[in-house]
C-alpha cells in the first residue's frame, strides 16, 4: 500500500519510543527520518530562492530560474502567481523528487526572498503561492527568515500579520524564522506556536524549525515545535 493511503494512527500507536524520538529531528540537511518496518518514507526537502534548488547549494541539477519574490510582488498579479506555483514549481520540484518546498518567505520585506513591505500585498502574493504549489502535490513551508535580534508585536497580533492565513485555502506548514519575538526566540514561543497558532488559529498540522533555528531543545519541544531541521549534529546557532 502506497504511504499516502495509509492510516497515520494505527502507524502511530506502533511506533516505539526511539521511533518517535527520531521523527522528531532531521537526517542530513534535507531529509526526515524514515521508519523502514513502517513502511514511513523519508521526507526530502528543498530550497526555492529563485528556483527548486534540490539537493545542491553548488553545481547542482541546472533549475528554471525565476525572478525574484520582490519581483514578482511589484506585479500585483495574483493570477501570474498561481500559474508560477502549479506549471513551474510543483513540476520542477517532483523532478527533484522533494516533497515539501520551503517557501514562500511571508515575513515583510526583509530581502530579496520577501514579496514586500506592503502587508495586504505580501499575504495576497503568499496565498497564490501556497494554494497554486499545493495544489500540484507539493507542501509549502512558509517561512519568517531573519537574523534580527528581536522583533516586536503588538498584542493581539494584527491579523495583516499573517494574513495569508486565512486566506488559504490548504494552510502552509509553518516553518519559524531565527529571531526573537518580543525577546523569546520564535523556535521556544508558547504564545506563537500554542497560543495563537494552535488556540486561536486551531491549526492542525506540522510545526517546524527553519534550519538551525532551534536554541533549546527541551523549551522548543515544550513551546509546542514538531520538527527539528536539519539533523541535531549539525550545529545549532549559538547565541549570548
Not at 2 to 15: C, G, M, V
Not at 72 to 96: C, H, I, N
Not at 150 to 160: A, D, M, R, Y
Request: with cysteine.
Amino acid at each position: 500500500m502506497h504511504f499516502a493511503n495509509a492510516y497515520i494512527d494505527a502507524i502511530l500507536e506502533s511506533l516505539t519510543t526511539d521511533e518517535e524520538i527520531s521523527l522528531t529531528a532531521g537526517v542530513g540537511f534535507r531529509h526526515t527520518h524514515q521508519i523502514e518496518r513502517l513502511g514511513v518514507p523519508a521526507i526530502k526537502v528543498s530550497d526555492r530562492p529563485s528556483g527548486i534548488r534540490g539537493n545542491y547549494f553548488f553545481m547542482g541539477t541546472p533549475a528554471k530560474c525565476l525572478p525574484s519574490a520582490t519581483a514578482l510582488a511589484a506585479t500585483w498579479d495574483t493570477k501570474s502567481m498561481e500559474e508560477v506555483g502549479l506549471k513551474l514549481l510543483a513540476p520542477e520540484a517532483k523532478l527533484r523528487a522533494a516533497s515539501v518546498v520551503l517557501a514562500p518567505t511571508s515575513n515583510i520585506q526583509s530581502s530579496f526572498e520577501s514579496f514586500s513591505e506592503d502587508p495586504f500585498l505580501s499575504g495576497l502574493l503568499a496565498a497564490s503561492y501556497v494554494k497554486s504549489v499545493q495544489s500540484g502535490g507539493i507542501v509549502q513551508m512558509t517561512r519568517r527568515t531573519t537574523d534580527k535580534p528581536t522583533t516586536i508585536l503588538s498584542t493581539p497580533v494584527p491579523s495583516s500579520f499573517y494574513s495569508y492565513h486565512n486566506d488559504c485555502q490548504s494552510a502552509p506548514l509553518p516553518i519559524l524564522g531565527y529571531n526573537r519575538v518580543n525577546g523569546t526566540y520564535v523556535s521556544e514561543g508558547p504564545f506563537l506556536l500554542m497560543k495563537l497558532l494552535r488556540d486561536e488559529w486551531v491549526y492542525k498540522g506540522l510545526v517546524m524549525s527553519d534550519w538551525l533555528g532551534i536554541y533549546r531543545v527541551d523549551l522548543s519541544v515544550e513551546a509546542g515545535l514538531d520538527l527539528e531541521m536539519p539533523e541535531t549534529t549539525s550545529g545549532r546557532r549559538w547565541t549570548s
